[in-house]
T-cell receptor
């Protein structure tokens, strides 16, 4: 199984709503990532979890709150978003980096988020 | 500064014709190199990667890429494209000195297939 599953596929939310994006992988990967992708642009890294601990937070506003309940799951809690936060949110997973080993990140299909 | 360049914003190729997408990186040493493909509204799929060894790398969907150290390039090729190859293609690198293995992305190349 080489899949990263994201739910929901599409989400429309108001600026006062609270919602969550979910990501699941069963590849035994111990690193999980959230990316944000605007149209016609490459992905931008938001957060990295390694062994269920937050290891990278790329200065993301606090209205985005990540959570890693266990090694297979990654959530992104959303609150008081702005219209400019509308984007494709991608989850990825990989083995943690290891010197001398190969590495590759596997992405989910993304959640298309629209903030109205 | 470390960077990845995909010089072509979009490329149009006839179905059945050969394809080459260009990728160059700016870094003093050899990074780890990746090509991803993204169909419209979809996630990113890893096509192939290069860490070391044979400089010609075979990937999925009939793609291959060649690492050329002298040109700091990692160009993606396919001998005969199919209409289903129409997508956005991203080159990405990881610089080995980065212990977090953060992917550095090119801007992407949109592949358009003419019937």
């Amino acid at each position: 199984d080489t899949e990263v599953t994201q739910t929901p596929k599409h989400l429309v939310m108001g600026m006062t709503n609270k919602k969550s994006l979910k990501c699941e992988q069963h590849m035994g990967h111990r690193a999980m990532y959230w990316y944000k992708q605007k149209a016609k642009k490459p992905p931008e890294l938001m957060f990295v979890y390694s062994y269920e601990k937050l290891s990278i937070n790329e200065s993301v506003p606090s209205r985005f709150s990540p959570e890693c309940p266990n090694s297979s799951l990654l959530n992104l809690h959303l609150h008081a978003l702005q219209p400019e936060d509308s984007a494709l949110y991608l989850c990825a997973s990989s083995q943690p980096p290891r010197r001398g080993g190969t590495w590759g990140a596997f992405f989910g299909q993304g959640t298309r988020l629209t903030v109205v | 500064a470390q960077s990845v360049t995909q010089p072509d914003i979009h490329i149009t190729v006839s179905e059945g014709a050969s394809l080459e997408l260009r990728c160059n990186y700016s870094y003093g040493a050899t990074p780890y190199l990746f090509w991803y493909v993204q169909s419209p509204g979809q996630g990113l799929q890893l096509l192939l990667k290069y860490f070391s060894g044979d400089t010609l790398v075979q990937g999925i969907k009939g793609f291959e890429a060649e690492f050329k150290r002298s040109q700091s390039s990692f160009n993606l090729r396919k001998p005969s494209v199919h209409w289903s190859d129409a997508a956005e293609y991203f080159c990405a690198v990881v610089f080995p000195m980065d212990s977090n293995y953060q992917l550095i992305w090119g801007a992407g190349t949109k592949l358009i297939i003419k019937p």
